[in-house]
């Protein structure tokens, strides 16, 4: 049976994954950082399918005694401080999860077994001020965050690992993907929601912040796939994972409104505070090697996933008003 380690279990793409990996037979091992109070929401269902293992990003001896123990095929580096706005706000502890704990990941997997495949949770926001539209794998980085700048390191230490030390590690270039499991405060999430308590009654308005900004949303289901092919295919090489279209969050703003019979323009109010020191405007990925390679493909469009996503809020909050 094939084990694989999961930093970042917690997060929405570590949920997914952990479904993906169980379905194919996977032994599932999540890493989680101590912390006073449980954080398991997203694997509330998982509970007694997977192992919980404790380590973390920023301790090295904890990552190499955690692949001492468990002895995984296929390691999935999930974990990082992935907010765009409080990158500005803690640049540095960004800059130690999301850039620095890729290295001590890396370092573990040289130290105790260089066959271990590594798979890293790169970014789109990497490209930041683009140079070209749509990107590909071969379009130049210009981040515009501290985050943006930190995954360009994890990146790069990837690929210089694979080819200082011929070791399996490839860095999937991943363009926004969303969920009903997406964290509350990114914009997609925070409208699905928002729809949802306005339509209930329970909330008056949304306080957005750059409605023109564009991106290239999928589904997070679909996008722990690819991870997963990546680490199949041979030799290690890097891949963009996107649908190859963007929408403004206007556009996803009306969407999402009209799943429910409303007017976007009566509810979203635009709260300057909420824009960015510097605004990465628009993201369009061109997944054409993938699609080639990997033979992979989104499977939701951008409607199917406003759907979902509308509707699992509204069926949330049902709940806990029923509960009150
Ligand atoms: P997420 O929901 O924010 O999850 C982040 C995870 O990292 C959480 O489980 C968090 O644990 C864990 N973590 C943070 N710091 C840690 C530390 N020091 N030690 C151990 N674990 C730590 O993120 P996501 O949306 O699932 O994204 C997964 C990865 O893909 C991230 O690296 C993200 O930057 C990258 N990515 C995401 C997208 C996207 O659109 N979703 C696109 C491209 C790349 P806690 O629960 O304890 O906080
Ligand atoms: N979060 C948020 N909240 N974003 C808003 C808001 C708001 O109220 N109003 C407008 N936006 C705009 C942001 O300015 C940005 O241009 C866009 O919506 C998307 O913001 P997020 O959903 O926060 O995502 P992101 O693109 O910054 O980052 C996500 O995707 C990256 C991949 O491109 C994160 O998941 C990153 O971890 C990931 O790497």
Not at 66 to 85: D, K, R
Not at 225 to 242: G, R, S, Y
């Amino acid at each position: 049976m094939k084990r694989a380690i999961i930093t970042g279990i917690t997060g929405q793409d570590g949920s997914y994954l952990a479904d993906l990996l169980l379905a194919k037979g996977y032994k599932v091992y999540g890493m989680v950082r101590r912390s006073s109070t449980e954080n398991f929401e997203r694997i509330e269902h998982l509970r007694g399918k997977i192992s919980i293992v404790q380590a973390d990003l920023l301790d090295q001896l904890s990552i190499i005694e955690l692949m001492e123990e468990v002895e995984p095929h296929e390691v999935y580096n999930l974990a990082a401080q992935s907010f765009v706005p409080t990158s500005w706000t803690q640049p540095t502890l960004t800059g130690e999860f999301t850039g620095l704990g890729v290295t001590k990941m890396l370092e573990a997997i040289k130290l105790v077994n260089r066959k271990i495949k590594f798979y890293q949770a790169s970014s789109s926001e990497m490209f930041g001020k683009v140079r070209e539209t749509p990107q590909n794998e071969l379009t130049p980085f210009y981040p515009r965050s501290p985050y943006g700048v930190a995954k360009v390191y994890g990146h790069f230490i990837t690929v210089n690992y694979r080819e200082s030390y011929d070791m399996f590690a490839v860095s999937g270039i991943l363009f926004n993907h969303e969920s009903p499991r997406r964290g509350l405060e990114f914009v997609t999430r925070k409208i699905t929601d928002g729809v949802a308590r306005i339509a209930l009654g329970v909330a008056k308005d949304i306080r957005l912040g750059n409605l023109h900004a564009k991106r290239d949303w999928g589904f997070a289901g679909d996008y722990v796939e690819a991870m997963w092919m990546m680490l199949q295919h041979k030799p290690a090489e890097d891949f963009v994972i996107a649908t190859g279209e963007s929408h403004t969050v206007k556009e996803f703003a009306r969407l999402a409104f009209e799943h429910v019979g409303l007017n976007w323009r009566k509810y979203v109010k635009v709260d300057e505070k909420l824009y960015r020191p510097a605004e990465v405007t628009q993201l369009r990925g061109n997944p054409a090697k993938a699609r080639r390679i990997l033979r992979w493909r989104p499977r939701v469009d951008l409607a199917g996933l406003v759907r979902m996503m509308v509707e699992a809020d509204i069926v949330r909050i049902q709940e806990q008003l029923s509960k009150r």
